[in-house]
C-alpha cells in the first residue's frame, strides 16, 4: 500500500539554520501535500504539489517534487523557534484521488 | 478561512462509556470528512471516510459498530465510540475537505484532535 516514509525521524538544529526533510512513496501520485502538527494539535496544512509540478514555495518554504525517483523534500529557511513540530507527507494516488496515506513523520526541534 | 472546530479537545470516562465527538467546518461546506486515529508519536491512521447524507467508508479492520460516524449536514460530522474500553484510548482528529475544483486537489483541513482516554 501507499505510504510516505520521512527522512531522518528527527532532526535538531539551531534558530536561523535551514531544515531539510525528505519523503519518499512507492506507488503513482495524485499530489502529495506537507502537514504540521504542533504536539497535542491537529494537523496544518503547509503545501500541496501536484505530480505534474517540480517545486513551490510558500513563505519560508519550498517544496520539491521528483515523481522519477519518488521522492519530495520539504526545505524551511531561517527557521525559527515556533517552527518546531513533526512535519508529516502525505500523499494521494494508488487508486483513490482524496484519501491521504501518512509518513511517519520528521519531529523538527529548533533550539533558539 | 478553512476552519474545522473539533469537541471535545479532551474525554475521560469509565469503561462501557459511549463518547461522541464532533467534527464542524465552521466557513466551508465539507463535501467529505475523515477521522484519523493518531498513537503517541505515530503516524495518522485512517479509520473512516464520510459523505454528507451517506453511510461512511470504513477502513480495513475499523469495527463499524464500535465507531459510529454520522455527517448530517455539510458542516457536520460525528464519530461516537461505543462501550470504550482502554484499549480505545487515543488521539482522534478529523478533517474535512471540500470537493471545489476536484478533491483530488484539495488539501485537508484539521481540527485539533481529541485525546480520549477511557480508565
Known amino acids: 500500500s501507499q505510504q510516505g516514509e520521512e527522512d531522518p525521524q528527527a532532526l535538531s538544529i539551531q534558530e536561523g539554520e535551514n531544515a531539510t526533510m525528505n519523503c519518499s512513496y512507492k506507488?503513482?501520485?495524485?499530489?502529495l501535500q506537507w502537514y504540521r502538527q504542533n504536539s497535542g494539535r491537529g494537523l496544518v496544512h503547509l503545501i500541496l504539489?501536484?505530480?505534474?509540478?517540480r517545486e513551490k514555495h510558500s513563505g519560508r518554504l519550498r517544496v520539491t517534487l521528483d515523481t522519477s525517483k519518488k521522492s519530495s523534500s520539504l526545505l524551511i529557511t531561517a527557521s525559527r523557534a515556533a517552527d518546531t513540530a513533526s512535519y508529516f507527507c502525505?500523499?494521494?494516488?494508488?487508486?483513490?484521488?482524496?484519501?491521504?496515506?501518512f509518513g511517519k513523520g520528521t519531529l523538527l526541534t529548533v533550539n533558539p | 478561512g478553512a476552519v474545522v472546530s473539533q469537541h471535545p479537545s479532551r474525554v475521560i470516562c469509565k469503561s462501557g462509556t459511549s463518547v461522541k465527538i464532533e467534527c464542524r467546518s465552521l466557513?466551508?461546506?465539507?463535501?467529505?470528512m475523515f477521522w484519523y486515529r493518531q498513537f503517541p508519536k505515530k503516524s495518522l491512521m485512517l479509520m473512516a471516510t464520510?459523505?454528507?447524507?451517506?453511510?461512511?467508508?470504513?477502513e480495513q479492520g475499523v469495527e463499524k459498530d464500535k465507531f459510529l460516524i454520522n455527517h448530517a449536514s455539510l458542516t457536520l460530522s460525528t464519530l461516537t465510540v461505543t462501550s470504550a474500553h482502554p484499549e480505545d484510548s487515543s488521539f482522534y482528529i478529523c478533517?474535512?475537505?471540500?470537493?471545489?475544483?476536484?478533491?483530488?486537489?484539495?488539501?485537508?483541513?484539521f481540527g485539533d484532535g481529541t485525546r480520549l482516554s477511557i480508565l
Open positions: 478533517s474535512a475537505q471540500t470537493d471545489e475544483g476536484g478533491a483530488g486537489n484539495q488539501p485537508q483541513h
Open positions: 506507488t503513482s501520485i495524485n499530489n
Open positions: 504539489i501536484r505530480s505534474n509540478e
Open positions: 502525505a500523499m494521494t494516488g494508488g487508486g483513490s484521488n482524496y484519501k491521504l496515506t
Open positions: 466557513d466551508f461546506q465539507a463535501t467529505t
Open positions: 464520510s459523505n454528507e447524507g451517506s453511510k461512511a467508508t470504513y
